[in-house]
Nanobody, 128 residues
Framework: QVQLVESGGGLVQAGGSLRLSCAAS????????MGWFRQAPGKEREFVAA????????YYANSGKGRFTISRDNAKNTMYLQMNSLKPEDTAVYYC?????????????????????WGQGTQVTVSS
């Protein structure tokens, strides 16, 4: 089992920045790929970014390319999402997720169904 806890959400003005963290505990040695998803009110959960834990290979949704950076710190078992140039349409609950196997190509991890574990989410609100 892997437990995921997100933090770092909050209220920020458009154009501002936030850094989200996702702390993993439990059987973290089996983590293959971790990802960030978000869900805005009335909308489906959507992929934001993913990272392969062993190699740091990353993959981004078009919505975040050039603005968001996903990274991880092995020593801290923590994944990050640095979000810059935030827009009101980035407002959502952000979730981190983990797949213990990581056997697929990183681009396939835009599919939420590939993840075994999910955090509870952290709210990000961007005001205009």
């Amino acid at each position: 089992q892997v437990q995921l806890v997100e933090s770092g959400g909050g209220l920020v003005q458009a154009g501002g920045s936030l850094r989200l963290s996702c702390a993993a505990s439990g059987r973290t040695s089996s983590t293959g790929v971790m990802g960030w998803f978000r869900q805005a009110p009335g909308k489906e959960r959507e992929f934001v970014a993913a990272i392969r834990w062993s190699s740091s290979i990353t993959y981004y949704a078009n919505s975040g390319k050039g603005r968001f950076t996903i990274s991880r710190d092995n020593a801290k078992n923590t994944m990050y999402l640095q979000m810059n140039s935030l827009k009101p349409e980035d407002t959502a609950v952000y979730y981190c997720a983990a797949d213990s196997r990581g056997i697929y190509a990183i681009s396939r991890y835009s599919n939420a169904g590939l993840y075994d574990y999910w955090g509870q989410g952290t709210q990000v609100t961007v005001s205009s």
